[in-house]
C-alpha cells in the first residue's frame, strides 16, 4: 500500500502562515469589533475603482484582475494598521511592554530584556544592534528608572569602552518615547556596528549578565509580525 505523502516544508510554512493570520485576526477582532466591515469594505471599493475604469476604458476583464490585486493589497494593509495598534494598546502599560515590542523587531537586533530592575517593576532592557548598545527603560518612577539606565550604562561603558550607546524610556511625557513608536525610534539611530561588529559586543555583554527577572508574557505575540502595514 503506497504510502500518502507527507506536507512538503513549503506547505507546512504556508499552513503555519495561515494559521498566524487567523490568530492575528481573531485577536484583533476581539478589540476591535468594526475590523471585518473595514477591511472588507476597503477592499470593495478598490475593486469598484477599477471595475469602474475598466468599464470606462473598455478592458473590463483585465482591470478586475488589477481589481482583485488592489483589494487584497488594501484590505491586508488597513488590516495590518489595525492589528498593529491593536497589539499595542493591548500590551501597553503592563510589566515587560517594551521588551514584547522589541522582541518583535526585524533585523539585527539581539534583545536581552530586564537586564536591571527595581521593586516598583521599573526596567531596563538591553538592545545590541547596528547603532551599538540602546538600553530602553519602562516604568513608573522616572528619577529611579534614569538612576538604573545610569547604571548600566557605566556597566556596557566598562566592557565595551568604543561602542556607542544610547537609551531611551518609554512613556508619553515629555523627552520619552510612546511605545507605539520605539520601534521607529530604534531604526532611526545610526548605524555605527557592522554585523561582524554586533557579534562581538554581544559576547561583551554576556559577561554582564542576562535577565535578571522572570517576565509575564503579554498579549503581543511573535506573529504580531505577519501583517503589512506596521508603522516604521
Known sequence: MARAPKDSPADS???GRLAQMRAVWGLTRKSDPRLPVIVLGAALVALALFVVIGIVVGHPIYFVILGLLA??????????????????????????????????????????????????MDLVHRV????????????NSPTQLRQLITDQKRRVARVAPDTPIFDFVVGDAEGQVPLRRLQRAMVKLPRNLSRKDIGAVEGR????????????????????????GKMR
Open 13 to 15: 510554512e504556508g499552513s
Open 71 to 120: 483589494a487584497v493589497l488594501t484590505g491586508t494593509t488597513i488590516f495590518g494598521r489595525r492589528a498593529t495598534t491593536s497589539m499595542y494598546a493591548q500590551v501597553e502599560g503592563q510589566p515587560g511592554a517594551a521588551a514584547s515590542v522589541l522582541q518583535t523587531m526585524r533585523g539585527e537586533w539581539r534583545v536581552t530584556p530586564a537586564v536591571a530592575f527595581n521593586r516598583n
Open 128 to 139: 545590541v544592534g547596528r547603532p551599538g548598545v540602546v538600553l530602553v527603560g519602562e516604568g
Open 205 to 228: 555583554m554576556r559577561a554582564l549578565g542576562g535577565t535578571n527577572v522572570p517576565l509575564p508574557k503579554g498579549p503581543m505575540p511573535k506573529s504580531a509580525k505577519i501583517p503589512r
